[in-house]
C-alpha cells in the first residue's frame, strides 16, 4: 500500500465511506480521478452476496466469452450439414450469419451496454437472459426446415445471447484492470475462438455429426453453453466508476514515474471520455474506421477459410479438420499473447503488426488452396488464425487505455456495431462477390437459382483479395491516425461538444452517490 500525499502532480480527499468501506479519491495534474481502498473482495460481499478476487473474475470473464462464442465460430463447420438437409441455397446460408452478426453486434452489444452502465441491468440478468436464448436458439436451429426459422432462432435470438456474454466478459476484465489489463483481457477475449474448437471437432467428423443425428448434437451444445453461461453469471460484476486497486500508485502511473512495464508502453486514459467525446477526437473516429475494416477481414476469414477448404477438395480429410479447428483454435491461443506482446511495445504499434500479418497470411491461405496443398493450406489457416482475432482484443484494449475505463461499455460498443458490416461482408457480401464474379445473376444469390453453384478460383481470388485490402488498410490507419489522444485533445473535443473545460487544479470531490456507485446495480 502506497502513502498518498499532497503532490504537484494532483491532490487528494481523506476517507470517504462507500457500500464497500472507504476509499480515497485521487486527482493526478490533468484533473482525472481515481478510487483507491475498496478491496474487491468487499465489494463483491455486497452486490452478488460473497466474495470474488479479481483473479476469480478473470475466470467468470473468460466463461462469458468461451460459451458465448459457439454461435459464431461454430457456424462454419455446423452450418453445411444443416443447409444441406434442409434444402437452403448457399446464399440463405450465408445470409443467416449476417442476420447473426446484425443482433449480436448491433443489438446485444449497444443496448445491452447502455443499460448496464446506466445501472438499469445488471451483469447477472444479461447472463441469465443469454443463458435462456441459447437453448432456444439451437433448438430452432435443429428444426430449420426453413431459412427464416433459423433467422429467428440461431440467428436474432442467438446473436442476442452471444453479444451478452461478448459484452460481459470484456467489460469485467476493462473494468477491474485498469493497471494491467494486456493479456488478460486477451486471454478472456481468446475464448471467444477456442470455446467453438471441441464443438467444431464434432461437427466436422461425419460419424458423429450426419443427418440422422445432428440435431441431438444441436440440441446438446445448446444445453452445455447454456448451463457453462449461467455458472459465468455468479462469477462476475462491475467495479466502482473511477476504481483503482490500492497497491498500484496511480499517481506515479500519471507522472510517468510508475515502474510497471505495461504501464509505461500503455498508461491510462487522460481523462473518462463520454460517449460523445469519444465521437468527437479524430481517434474515435479512425477507430471506427480500422476495426470495421479489420473486422470484416477477421469475419471473411471465420465464415469463408472452411467453404474455401471444401471447395479446393479438402472437405472430410484430416487437413481439412486440423485446419477448421485449427484456425479457432489459435485465433483464441493467440489473443493472450498478443495483448502480452503489446504490454512490451504498445497497443499501437502491436495492433499495426497483427493486421498486417492478417492480411498477408489470407493470401498465403489462398495460394495454398489454389494449389491444392491441403496440409500448407491447414498450416497456413492455423498461423492466420492466431491474428485473425486482433481486432477483437484491441478494441477493448485500445478504447479502455484511450478513452479510460468509466464508459468503456458504451464506448466500446459503438464501434462493435459496426460489426454488423463486416458480418455483411464475412457473410451476404463475399457470398455475393462470389456467386457475380463466377458467372451468375441475383437468382443465386436471392435462392431461385435451382441449380447448382459453383465458385470459380477467379471469384474466390477476388474475395480474398478484398479481404487483404481491408486489413492493410486497417493497418496503416491505426499507425498514421491513433496516437493515444492528449489532455489538448480532450480539451477540443469537449469545446466541440460545447462543454465547459474541467479545472485540473481544482481539489478533487467525490462524484457517486451510494445509490449509483456501480454500473450493473446489485442483485
Same mark, same amino acid.
Given at each position: 500500500?502506497?502513502?498518498?500525499?499532497?503532490?504537484?502532480?494532483?491532490?487528494?480527499?481523506?476517507?470517504?465511506?462507500?457500500?464497500?468501506?472507504?476509499?480515497?479519491?485521487?486527482?493526478?495534474?490533468?484533473?482525472?480521478?481515481?478510487?483507491?481502498?475498496?478491496?474487491?473482495?468487499?465489494?463483491?460481499?455486497? +452486490?452478488?452476496?460473497?466474495?470474488?478476487?479479481?483473479?476469480?473474475?478473470?475466470?467468470? !470473464?473468460?466463461?462469458?466469452?468461451?460459451?458465448?462464442?459457439?454461435?459464431?465460430?461454430?457456424?462454419?463447420?455446423?452450418?453445411?450439414?444443416?443447409?444441406?438437409?434442409?434444402? &437452403?441455397?448457399?446464399?440463405?446460408?450465408?445470409?443467416?450469419?449476417?442476420?447473426?452478426?446484425?443482433?449480436?453486434?448491433?443489438? !446485444?452489444?449497444?443496448?445491452?451496454?447502455?443499460?448496464?452502465?446506466?445501472?438499469?441491468?445488471?451483469?447477472?440478468?444479461?447472463? &441469465?437472459?443469454?443463458?435462456?436464448?441459447?437453448?432456444?436458439?439451437?433448438?430452432?436451429? !435443429?428444426?430449420?426446415?426453413?431459412?427464416?426459422?433459423?433467422?429467428?432462432?440461431?440467428?436474432?435470438?442467438?446473436?442476442?445471447?452471444?453479444?451478452?456474454?461478448?459484452?460481459?466478459?470484456?467489460?469485467? +476484465?476493462?473494468?477491474?484492470?485498469?493497471?494491467?489489463?494486456? &493479456?488478460?483481457?486477451?486471454?478472456?477475449?481468446?475464448?471467444?475462438?477456442?470455446?467453438?474448437?471441441?464443438?467444431?471437432?464434432?461437427?466436422?467428423?461425419?460419424?458423429?455429426?450426419?443427418?440422422?443425428?445432428?440435431?441431438?448434437?444441436?440440441?446438446?451444445?445448446?444445453?452445455? +453453453? =447454456?448451463?457453462?453461461?449461467?455458472?459465468?453469471?455468479?462469477?462476475?460484476?462491475? =467495479?466502482?466508476?473511477?476504481?483503482?486497486?490500492?497497491?498500484?500508485?496511480?499517481?506515479?502511473?500519471?507522472?510517468?514515474?510508475?515502474?510497471?512495464?505495461?504501464?509505461?508502453?500503455?498508461?491510462?486514459?487522460?481523462?473518462?471520455?463520454?460517449?460523445?467525446?469519444?465521437?468527437?477526437?479524430? $481517434?474515435?473516429? =479512425?477507430?471506427?474506421?480500422?476495426?470495421?475494416?479489420?473486422?470484416?477481414?477477421?469475419?471473411?476469414?471465420?465464415?469463408?477459410?472452411?467453404?474455401?477448404?471444401?471447395?479446393?477438395?479438402?472437405?472430410?480429410?484430416?487437413?481439412?479438420?486440423?485446419?477448421?479447428?485449427?484456425?479457432?483454435?489459435? #485465433?483464441?491461443?493467440?489473443?493472450?499473447? $498478443?495483448? %502480452?506482446?503489446?504490454?512490451?511495445?504498445?497497443?499501437?504499434?502491436?495492433?499495426?503488426?497483427?493486421?498486417?500479418?492478417?492480411?498477408?497470411?489470407?493470401?498465403?491461405?489462398?495460394?495454398?488452396?489454389?494449389?491444392?496443398?491441403?496440409?500448407?493450406?491447414?498450416?497456413? !489457416?492455423?498461423?492466420?488464425?492466431?491474428?485473425?482475432?486482433?481486432?477483437?482484443?484491441?478494441?477493448?484494449?485500445?478504447?479502455?487505455?484511450?478513452?479510460?475505463?468509466?464508459?468503456?461499455?458504451?464506448?466500446?460498443?459503438?464501434?462493435?456495431?459496426?460489426?454488423?458490416?463486416?458480418?455483411?461482408?464475412?457473410?451476404?457480401?463475399?457470398?455475393?462477390?462470389?456467386?457475380?464474379?463466377?458467372?451468375?445473376? %441475383?437468382?443465386?444469390?436471392?435462392?431461385?437459382?435451382?441449380?447448382?453453384?459453383?465458385?470459380? #478460383?477467379?471469384?474466390?481470388?477476388?474475395?480474398?483479395?478484398?479481404?487483404?485490402?481491408?486489413?492493410?488498410?486497417?493497418?496503416?490507419?491505426?499507425?498514421?491516425?491513433?496516437?493515444?489522444?492528449?489532455?489538448?485533445?480532450?480539451?477540443?473535443?469537449?469545446?466541440?461538444?460545447?462543454?465547459?473545460?474541467?479545472?485540473?487544479?481544482? $481539489?478533487?470531490?467525490?462524484?457517486?452517490?451510494?445509490?449509483?456507485?456501480?454500473?450493473?446495480?446489485?442483485?
Amino acid at each position: 500500500m502506497f502513502n498518498i500525499v499532497e503532490t504537484n502532480v494532483g491532490g487528494s480527499v481523506g476517507s470517504i465511506k462507500s457500500p464497500y468501506g472507504k476509499y480515497r479519491l485521487l486527482k493526478d495534474k490533468n484533473g482525472r480521478q481515481y478510487r483507491v481502498g475498496e478491496r474487491p473482495e468487499d465489494v463483491t460481499k455486497k +452486490i452478488l452476496g460473497y466474495r470474488l478476487s479479481r483473479r476469480t473474475m478473470v475466470l467468470g !470473464a473468460w466463461m462469458c466469452f468461451f460459451f458465448g462464442s459457439v454461435l459464431e465460430y461454430g457456424w462454419g463447420a455446423a452450418s453445411s450439414l444443416v443447409i444441406s438437409h434442409y434444402g &437452403w441455397s448457399t446464399v440463405e446460408g450465408f445470409f443467416n450469419y449476417t442476420v447473426y452478426v446484425l443482433f449480436e453486434a448491433t443489438v !446485444a452489444a449497444y443496448i445491452f451496454s447502455r443499460l448496464r452502465e446506466r445501472g438499469l441491468l445488471s451483469l447477472r440478468r444479461m447472463l &441469465w437472459l443469454g443463458s435462456a436464448l441459447l437453448i432456444v436458439s439451437y433448438i430452432f436451429f !435443429a428444426n430449420s426446415f426453413s431459412p427464416w426459422i433459423s433467422y429467428v432462432g440461431y440467428a436474432m435470438l442467438g446473436g442476442l445471447a452471444s453479444g451478452l456474454g461478448y459484452a460481459a466478459g470484456g467489460g469485467v +476484465i476493462s473494468k477491474w484492470f485498469p493497471d494491467k489489463r494486456g &493479456w488478460r483481457l486477451g486471454l478472456a477475449n481468446g475464448a471467444w475462438a477456442y470455446g467453438a474448437v471441441p464443438f467444431i471437432i464434432i461437427y466436422t467428423d461425419p460419424s458423429l455429426f450426419y443427418p440422422g443425428d445432428f440435431q441431438f448434437i444441436l440440441y446438446m451444445t445448446g444445453a452445455i +453453453i =447454456a448451463v457453462g453461461l449461467l455458472v459465468a453469471s455468479f462469477l462476475v460484476c462491475d =467495479a466502482p466508476k473511477n476504481w483503482w486497486p490500492a497497491e498500484v500508485d496511480p499517481l506515479s502511473v500519471a507522472a510517468g514515474t510508475s515502474k510497471s512495464r505495461e504501464l509505461k508502453e500503455n498508461p491510462p486514459a487522460v481523462a473518462q471520455f463520454t460517449t460523445q467525446e469519444f465521437f468527437a477526437t479524430r $481517434q474515435g473516429k =479512425a477507430q471506427m474506421i480500422s476495426f470495421t475494416l479489420a473486422l470484416a477481414a477477421s469475419l471473411f476469414n471465420v465464415s469463408l477459410y472452411a467453404p474455401f477448404g471444401a471447395a479446393m477438395g479438402f472437405g472430410g480429410g484430416i487437413a481439412f479438420t486440423v485446419g477448421a479447428a485449427g484456425f479457432a483454435f489459435t #485465433d483464441g491461443i493467440g489473443r493472450p499473447t $498478443q495483448g %502480452w506482446i503489446s504490454t512490451f511495445i504498445g497497443r499501437r504499434k502491436a495492433v499495426t503488426i497483427f493486421y498486417l500479418l492478417m492480411g498477408i497470411g489470407g493470401l498465403g491461405v489462398l495460394a495454398a488452396g489454389l494449389a491444392h496443398q491441403a496440409i500448407i493450406w491447414a498450416v497456413l !489457416a492455423v498461423l492466420t488464425g492466431a491474428v485473425s482475432g486482433s481486432c477483437f482484443v484491441f478494441d477493448w484494449l485500445i478504447i479502455s487505455d484511450y478513452f479510460g475505463e468509466n464508459y468503456v461499455a458504451t464506448n466500446w460498443s459503438v464501434p462493435y456495431t459496426l460489426k454488423v458490416f463486416g458480418g455483411a461482408f464475412g457473410g451476404i457480401g463475399a457470398t455475393t462477390l462470389l456467386v457475380f464474379a463466377s458467372g451468375y445473376g %441475383w437468382g443465386a444469390v436471392l435462392g431461385t437459382y435451382t441449380g447448382a453453384v459453383t465458385f470459380t #478460383d477467379l471469384s474466390w481470388i477476388l474475395a480474398f483479395l478484398v479481404a487483404t485490402i481491408f486489413a492493410l488498410v486497417a493497418a496503416a490507419l491505426v499507425w498514421f491516425y491513433e496516437k493515444k489522444p492528449t489532455i489538448e485533445e480532450y480539451y477540443k473535443a469537449r469545446e466541440k461538444l460545447g462543454l465547459p473545460l474541467p479545472t485540473a487544479t481544482r $481539489q478533487p470531490s467525490p462524484e457517486l452517490t451510494e445509490s449509483n456507485e456501480v454500473s450493473g446495480g446489485a442483485e
